[in-house]
C-alpha cells in the first residue's frame, strides 16, 4: 500500500503517528511502516488524487493562506454583531422615544439570523459553489454595513441589522465545509483550533473596539470601522481563496478547469452543474443532517451552554440599558466603569480566548495520539469529547471577575473544537451542515438568552438567575457523557449522512 500513495509533505516529514478512523467514509486500515527501522507514519485520509487541481494538493502555503482568510471572514460574523451592543446607549439619546427594550430588538434580530441564515449559506455552497457563495454573502454585508451606518431612522437600522446578521454569518457556519475540503484528517483539530480562535474572540473584539470608538466619535463609527474590515476581507477573498469543492466520484476526463474569475463569479460552478447535487437536494441537506441523534445532542449542549456566555458578553453596556446579571452592568454600576474602562476589560476575554487556543494547539493532538496508541491506530470521533473534562474544568475556577471572565472563555474555546472536531470526524460527508446547525446552537441559545435575561433576571434577582444557569450547564454534561458512551452505536445504527453528493 505504501508505494500506492501520492507524495504529499505529510508523508515526506518524517516519523509521525498513525490516524486510522473507524467512520465508514474511512477504509484505509493498514500501517504504513518503513522496511529499515519500522517507523510508523501518517496514512493521508482521504486519499488526494493525481490531479494537481485537487484541493488536498494544495501547496501547505495556499492551504494556510485559505484558511487565514476563512478565520477573518468567520471572525466578522459576531465581530459584527456584538459591536452594536455598544451602540445601543448612544442609540437610546439618538432615538429618544423609542426606548431601551425597542432598540434592542436590532440585537434580537441579527442574533436570530446569525443562527439561520448559516443553514441557507451552506445548502448554496453545496450547489453555487464555495467561492461564490463566501464572497457573494460578504459584498451584501459590506453593503448592509454602509446602510446601518448610514441609517437616521431606526425602522431602517433595524433591517439593515437583520439583514447583515444573515449576511455575515457565512464563514462561521460553512468554515468546517472549507476545511474538510483542503486538509486532511489528522490536521482537522488544529486547523478547527485556528478558526476557532476568530470565532470565540470576535464577541470580545466586537464590544471592546465599539467601547473605545464610542469613547470619542457617535455611534455610526463603528459600522464605517466595520465596512473598512468587510471591505478588507472581500479584497483576501479575491486574491487568495479559490473553490474547494472536489467532487471524487467524477471519471476522467474531469470537466475544464477555467481562469479563477469564472469560478469568483460563479460561472464555471454553473457550467458544471451537473455534475453536482440539483438545488433542491442541497436544500435538503440540512434537514437530512439534523435527523441524526449525535448531532442533534450537541445542538442541544450548545444552546445550553452559549446561552448564558453570550448573556454575560451580548449584554448592554450600561445600567440604562439593564441586563442586571451582567459582568458589564456591574462594572458600570458598582465601579463607574465608561467606554473606555469596558473597552479595557473586554481584553480579559480576548486574553482567555487565546489562552485556549494555546492549550487546544497541542492537547487536542495530545489526546488523539494517546486514544490511537491504545486503540490499535484508531481514533474513534468519541476520541475528542474527552478534552470536555478540561473545559469543565476552567469554567469554574474564578476569584475576581477579569480572571473568571477569562477562564471561563479559555473552558468555551477548548471546549468548541473538540466538539467541532468530534462532528467533523463523525460525519464528514456532511462539513458544512454540522457546522451549520453547531452554529445554530450557539447563536440560538444567544437569541433566547437575550429574549428571556431582561424580565428573567429583574424579577428573579441576579444569584437565582445564575444558579440556575450554572445549574443547566452541569446537567448539559450529561449530554456529552451520552455521547462517550453511546454516540458510536448510535453512529453505527443510523449510518452516515446520505446525499447526492459529498
Known amino acids: 500500500m505504501g508505494g500506492d500513495l501520492p507524495p504529499a ?14 467512520s465508514s467514509w474511512m477504509n484505509l486500515q493498514e500501517m504504513l511502516t518503513t522496511e529499515a527501522n519500522f517507523t510508523v507514519t501518517t496514512v493521508l485520509i482521504p486519499q488526494p488524487s493525481e490531479d494537481p487541481d485537487d484541493p488536498l494538493n494544495w501547496s501547505q502555503r495556499r492551504k494556510n493562506l485559505t484558511l487565514i482568510v476563512l478565520t ?3 471572525f466578522l460574523s459576531d465581530y459584527s454583531s456584538s459591536q452594536g451592543i455598544a451602540a445601543l446607549v448612544p442609540q437610546v439619546e439618538y432615538w429618544p422615544t423609542l426606548g431601551d427594550s425597542v432598540i434592542q430588538h436590532n440585537l434580537v434580530g441579527n442574533i436570530f439570523c446569525l443562527a439561520s441564515g448559516g443553514l441557507i449559506a ?3 455552497g453545496s450547489y453555487f459553489g464555495r467561492l461564490p457563495t463566501i464572497l457573494i454573502y460578504q459584498c451584501l454585508a459590506f453593503a448592509f454595513s454602509i446602510w446601518a451606518g448610514a441609517s437616521t431612522g431606526f425602522n431602517s437600522y433595524l433591517a439593515a441589522r437583520i439583514l447583515q446578521g444573515l449576511t455575515s454569518t457565512v464563514g462561521i457556519a460553512s468554515g468546517l465545509m472549507w476545511i474538510k475540503d483542503i486538509f486532511f484528517f489528522h490536521e482537522h483539530p488544529r486547523k478547527i483550533n485556528w478558526w476557532s480562535l476568530g470565532i470565540i474572540a470576535s464577541p ?3 464590544p471592546m473596539a465599539a467601547s473605545f470608538i464610542l469613547w470619542r466619535r457617535p455611534w455610526p463609527w463603528c459600522y464605517w470601522v466595520l465596512t473598512l474590515l468587510n471591505g478588507l476581507c472581500i479584497i483576501l477573498t479575491v486574491v487568495f481563496l479559490d473553490e474547494t469543492y472536489y467532487n471524487r466520484d467524477l471519471p476522467n476526463p474531469r470537466p475544464y478547469r477555467g481562469p479563477k474569475w469564472q469560478r469568483l463569479l460563479g460561472y464555471e460552478q454553473w457550467r458544471n452543474r451537473h455534475t453536482r447535487a440539483t438545488l433542491l437536494q442541497c436544500l435538503s441537506r440540512p434537514v437530512i443532517a439534523i435527523s441524526r441523534i449525535p448531532l442533534f445532542a450537541v445542538i442541544v449542549y450548545y444552546f445550553l451552554n452559549f446561552a448564558w456566555v453570550i448573556d454575560v ?4 453596556l450600561t445600567a ?3 441586563i442586571n446579571a451582567t459582568v458589564s452592568i456591574y462594572l458600570t454600576d458598582q465601579y463607574a466603569f465608561g467606554e473606555r474602562e469596558l473597552g479595557i476589560f473586554y481584553i480579559s476575554g480576548i486574553i482567555g480566548t487565546f489562552l485556549g487556543w494555546l492549550i487546544g494547539h497541542w492537547l487536542h493532538d495530545a489526546i488523539g495520539r494517546a486514544y490511537a496508541s491504545r486503540h490499535d491506530g484508531h481514533i474513534e470521533p468519541e476520541a475528542r469529547l474527552w478534552v470536555l473534562g478540561f473545559a469543565f474544568e476552567y469554567l469554574w475556577h474564578y476569584m475576581v471577575l ?3 471572565f477569562a477562564l471561563q472563555i479559555l473552558g468555551i474555546m477548548v471546549a468548541t473544537v473538540g466538539i467541532d472536531a468530534y462532528l467533523l470526524d463523525a460525519y464528514p460527508e456532511g462539513s458544512g451542515e454540522v457546522g451549520a446547525w453547531a452554529n445554530f446552537g450557539r447563536e440560538g441559545g444567544g437569541f433566547m438568552s437575550v429574549y428571556i435575561a431582561l424580565e428573567w433576571v429583574d424579577e428573579a434577582g441576579p444569584l437565582t438567575a445564575f444558579s440556575i444557569q450554572a445549574g443547566t450547564i452541569v446537567a448539559s454534561t450529561f449530554i456529552i457523557v451520552f455521547l462517550q458512551v453511546f454516540g458510536k452505536r448510535i453512529r453505527s445504527w443510523q449510518g452516515p449522512m446520505r446525499f447526492a453528493t459529498t
Not at 458578553?313 to 448592554?316: E, F, G
Open 9 to 22: 509533505e505529510d508523508l515526506k516529514a518524517g516519523p509521525q503517528e498513525l490516524y486510522k478512523a473507524s
Open 72 to 74: 477573518c471572514v468567520s
Open 122 to 124: 451552506v445548502a448554496f
Open 204 to 206: 470580545y473584539f466586537g
Open 313 to 316: 458578553d451580548y449584554s448592554q
Open 320 to 322: 440604562e440599558i439593564a
Open 402 to 404: 477579569a480572571v473568571f
